[in-house]
């Protein structure tokens, strides 16, 4: 059984950082796209930043370019986001996903996680 499983969300003010985990269980994720999407209410999920397999490459969304960064652990089957100069509206509930055909389109991709929180105060 595969399983996306995130940690790491919370609440911080605006400016901090956060560092969101997601650990991948059931098969090896080394030959998979792995991304990090983010939802809002009333909003589809969006594209935040993807890792190809090792050496392929990463993506951004715009709005995150030079504060957040993606890295991915082969080995642990693991993918972190690292999330600096926080703002509000980055706000929402981040999602780790595996198995995509393209970056952003979140219907390609096999495998979510649960989802965790972020909040940022102004």
């Known amino acids: 059984q595969v399983q996306l499983v995130e940690s790491g969300g919370g609440l911080v003010q605006a400016g901090g950082s956060l560092r969101l985990s997601c650990a991948a269980s059931?098969?090896?994720?080394?030959?998979?796209?792995m991304a990090w999407f983010r939802q809002t209410p009333g909003k589809e999920r969006e594209f935040v930043a993807g890792?190809?397999?090792?050496?392929?490459?990463?993506e951004y969304t715009d709005s995150v370019k030079g504060r957040f960064t993606i890295s991915r652990d082969n080995a642990k089957n693991t993918v972190d986001l690292q999330m600096n100069s926080l703002k509000p509206e980055d706000t929402a509930v981040y999602y780790c996903?595996?198995?995509?055909?393209?970056?952003?389109?979140?219907?390609?991709?096999?495998?979510w996680g649960q989802g965790t929180q972020v909040t940022v105060s102004s």
């Open positions: 059931g098969r090896t994720f080394s030959r998979y796209v």
């Open positions: 890792s190809r397999w090792s050496g392929g490459g990463t």
């Open positions: 996903a595996a198995g995509g055909s393209q970056w952003h389109t979140a219907s390609t991709y096999q495998y």
